[in-house]
C-alpha cells in the first residue's frame, strides 16, 4: 500500500510562484516514476509534468520554462515547483504514481491564481 500527501497549494497573485511537495509512504518512491496531474473546474485531469526514478523530466507545453518537477528519493518526496503562475494554472493539483499496474493518488491540493 501506498499513501501519497500533498501540501503547498494556495491562493497567489499572477506572476506569482508556489511549491508543491508530494510525501510517499512505503518503499518504492524511489524505484518508480512520480507524475504531477491538475483538474480544474469542468475539465478532465490533465497530465502537468513527470519525473522518472533516474530524473528524466517531461513537461506539458502549456508549463514547459515555468514548472519544474523534482524528486528527493532519500525524503521518499516529489516536488513541483511553479513560477510566472497564470489564472489558467487554477486547479486541484494531484502527484501520482503507478506500483505494478496500480495507480496511486493524492488527495490533491488546491492552488488558485488570481488577483
Known amino acids: 500500500q501506498v499513501r501519497l500527501v500533498e501540501s503547498g497549494g494556495g491562493l497567489v497573485q499572477p506572476g506569482g510562484s508556489l511549491r508543491l511537495s508530494c510525501a510517499a509512504s512505503?518503499?518504492?518512491?524511489?524505484?518508480?516514476?512520480m507524475d504531477w496531474y491538475r483538474q480544474a473546474p469542468g475539465k478532465e485531469r490533465e497530465l502537468v509534468a513527470v519525473?522518472?526514478?533516474?530524473?528524466?523530466?517531461t513537461y506539458a507545453d502549456s508549463v514547459k520554462g515555468r514548472f519544474t518537477i523534482s524528486r528527493e528519493n532519500s525524503k521518499n518526496t516529489g516536488y513541483l515547483q511553479m513560477n510566472i503562475l497564470k489564472p489558467e494554472d487554477t486547479a486541484v493539483y494531484y502527484c501520482?504514481?503507478?506500483?505494478?499496474?496500480?495507480?496511486?493518488w493524492g488527495q490533491g491540493t488546491q492552488v488558485t491564481v488570481s488577483s
Open positions: 519525473i522518472t526514478s533516474g530524473g528524466t523530466t
Open positions: 501520482h504514481l503507478r506500483h505494478f499496474s496500480v495507480d496511486y
Open positions: 512505503g518503499s518504492i518512491f524511489s524505484i518508480r516514476t
